[in-house]
DNA sequence: CGCCAGATTGACT
DNA sequence: GTCAATCTGGCGG
């Protein structure tokens, strides 16, 4: 079953958690990719110094468009994926961290990697995951713990743990 | 138009 | 562990 837009349309905080395990499903004419959420970050806008959307930027404004858009973010010659989450206007997003290769040998061990490695760049900015013939996300079931820690990368992050991941899970970006 | 900071990665003084 | 490469978005630092 793939995940819908009701899925995203809740708080960031909740899907990022929720989001883990399921699987990324890519098309390549036929060929399909497939990959497990294994690490994700939650974001927001006002009260978020490590957020560049905390600017009234293009970033902002993609972060406040309807639940499932997906929002490409460059930084250090890296595309980073993230999810819009929430109510339309409300500026929420979850970052994909890290994903577990399930038919491929491919490194997906980092926000940067991931993208690389599974053929996600900027066509990809301002469409919605609902809406991609190529690109979903089908649900599975939760058979794990999750951790839940402060974020890493960020230059100031919220006293809120915002970064979750699941616990053992060796594809995670950083220990 | 130029400069700077950054949700990173990979190579190595 | 440290550090530079590399580029996009934001802003005139």
Not at 154 to 168: G, M, T, W
Request: aromatic share 10%; hydrophobic share 35%.
């Amino acid at each position: 079953m793939k995940l819908g837009k009701d899925f995203f349309e809740r708080s960031a905080e909740v899907v990022a958690e929720e989001i883990l395990g399921k699987i990324l499903v890519r098309n390549f004419g036929g060929k399909k990719l497939k990959a497990k959420i294994v690490e994700t970050e939650a974001y927001f806008d006002e009260e978020d110094p490590s957020s560049r959307a905390c600017k009234n930027g293009d970033i902002k404004k993609t972060m406040e468009m309807s639940a499932g858009t997906i929002l490409i973010y460059g930084v250090h010659n890296n595309w980073l994926m993230n999810f819009v989450t929430n109510k339309t206007g409300k500026a929420e997003a979850v970052l994909i961290r890290a994903l577990e290769p399930l038919n491929s040998e491919s490194n997906f061990s980092g926000p940067g990697l991931l993208t690389k490695n599974f053929g996600i760049n900027k066509n990809f900015h301002k469409t919605n995951i609902s809406k991609n013939a190529d690109f979903w996300i089908e649900d599975s079931p939760k058979n794990f713990e999750v951790v839940r820690k402060f974020r890493v990368g960020v230059k100031k992050d919220l006293l809120k743990q915002l970064r979750f991941y699941i616990k053992n899970n060796k594809y995670i970006s950083r220990k």
